[in-house]
């Protein structure tokens, strides 16, 4: 695991998790959603958000990180990537992550998150760098739903504009690292298709 950090673009796991955490969640409010099973609101997220800032920064940037990404992307990725196309295996080990999750709405998110977490996982090789991705994006949801700073992001001119500036810098941060992962390209056949 350690390995992965001597590679240091390792680091863009941590705004990427940011800008994904923001977008996917604004997506979410954007669409509606949250009008439409307003049980999450009321009872999911004050749950969720009842913690000290400190204690949740802990419990969802640390904690839950290094406990869900060991199953689910180390586990069940990890595992199915060796039986069937990597694709699949993303897919397939990001739609359990979202039942996993026991609610419409985070099914949606954690299923899209997923699969961006699958993705870092490939990327790096390992689990430790989808775990950097998770707690930041953990931390920045946790963050700007605290923190009166983050009001504007309430409002649907807010909601817009910062689903769309962190759409683009997911889309260039996702970019670079596809770029600039290991050299050997004859490794992309392998991880779309199924092995033989």
């Not at 707690?135 to 504009?161: C, D, E, H, W």
């Amino acid at each position: 695991m350690l390995k992965q950090f001597s590679d240091k673009r390792i680091w863009l796991s941590v705004p990427l998790g940011i800008t994904a955490a923001i977008a996917l969640t604004q997506l979410i409010n954007i669409i509606g959603l949250f009008n439409v099973f307003p049980k999450y609101s009321e009872e999911v997220q004050p749950r969720m958000f009842m913690l000290p800032l400190e204690t949740g920064i802990v419990l969802y940037g640390v904690i839950t990180p290094v406990i869900e990404e060991t199953i689910f992307r180390w586990m069940f990725f990890g595992r199915l990537k060796i039986y069937m196309a990597t694709a699949a295996a993303a897919i397939g080990s990001s739609i359990i992550f979202g039942i996993y999750h026991g609610n419409l709405i985070q099914f949606i998110y954690a299923s899209l998150f997923g699969l961006i977490l699958c993705f870092v996982y490939w990327r790096f090789d390992g689990v430790a760098a989808s775990m950097l991705t998770h707690g930041a994006a953990n931390i920045a949801s946790y963050v700007t739903a605290l923190v009166p700073f983050f009001k504007f992001m309430g409002t649907l001119r807010g909601q817009i504009i910062s689903c769309l500036v962190c759409m683009i810098l997911m889309f260039f941060i996702i970019r670079y690292m596809y770029d600039t992962r290991p050299a050997d390209r004859s490794e992309v056949k392998k991880y779309i298709f199924p092995q033989k």
